[in-house]
T-cell receptor, first 111, second 114 residues
Framework: GENVEQHPSTLSVQEGDSAVIKCTYS??????FPWYKQELGKRPQLIID?????GEKKDQRIAVTLNKTAKHFSLHITETQPEDSAVYFC??????????FGAGTQVVVTP | EAGVAQSPRYKIIEKRQSVAFWCNPI?????LYWYQQILGQGPKLLIQ????????DSQLPKDRFSAERLKGVDSTLKIQPAKLEDSAVYLC????????????FGPGTRLLVL
């Protein structure tokens, strides 16, 4: 089955700097890659996703890149703000539509 | 649009007791998922329903966990008997039918087994 590894587990950045989180997956048939943000005690919320027919997708300060050959994808947050502090999860959906989540990255943005 | 609803939000039980969680998906979402999220980890799929049929329950500990979605809408997840290691947040999610559709999560039920 699919295996997703996520790095780093914690990330501390100064407000205004960029944050990058990387995930690798094992199943070459996976073709949908969502990213979720989870604030403390709240539900995971989708922030951006990418499908395998696209290499990059951007939404304001958030972007995701996908390298199918290397089987990795990354989340980029630019001009970080304190409200970006949360746990971020990547996921990969296999050909059956089953999601495998990464272990999460705790992002802390310090003013 | 109303989101995924779950109840209760919190539950504290003693080991060997039973507990049940309820989920109401977004209207029109034929696919429903139950996840277990242990503190510091990502969600782990327990079971996936398509309407009232089970699509995947390969990671459901069937000796103690059961789930049903009798009318293809609401779903219940039960644990009997509970163990200490079942302490976690149980998340319900739903999506439109089809592969690789966006999953929308409920607020979760935080379970503590003492």
């Amino acid at each position: 089955g699919e295996n997703v590894e996520q790095h780093p587990s914690t990330l501390s950045v100064q407000e205004g700097d960029s944050a990058v989180i990387k995930c690798t997956y094992s199943d070459s048939a996976s073709n949908y890659f969502p990213w979720y943000k989870q604030e403390l005690g709240k539900r995971p919320q989708l922030i951006i996703d990418i499908r395998s027919n696209v290499g990059e997708k951007k939404d304001q300060r958030i972007a995701v890149t996908l390298n199918k050959t290397a089987k990795h994808f990354s989340l980029h947050i630019t001009e970080t703000q304190p409200e970006d502090s949360a746990v971020y999860f990547c996921a990969a959906a296999d050909s059956w539509g089953k999601f495998q989540f990464g272990a999460g990255t705790q992002v802390v943005v310090t003013p | 649009e109303a989101g995924v609803a779950q109840s209760p939000r919190y539950k504290i039980i003693e080991k060997r007791q039973s507990v049940a969680f309820w989920c109401n998906p977004i209207s029109g979402h034929a696919t429903l998922y139950w996840y277990q999220q242990i503190l510091g980890q990502g969600p782990k799929l327990l079971i996936q329903f398509q309407n009232n049929g089970v699509v995947d329950d390969s990671q459901l500990p069937k000796d103690r966990f059961s789930a049903e979605r009798l009318k293809g809408v609401d779903s219940t997840l039960k644990i009997q008997p509970a163990k200490l290691e079942d302490s976690a947040v149980y998340l319900c999610a739903s999506s439109l039918p089809g592969l690789q559709e966006t999953q929308y999560f409920g607020p979760g039920t935080r379970l503590l087994v003492l």
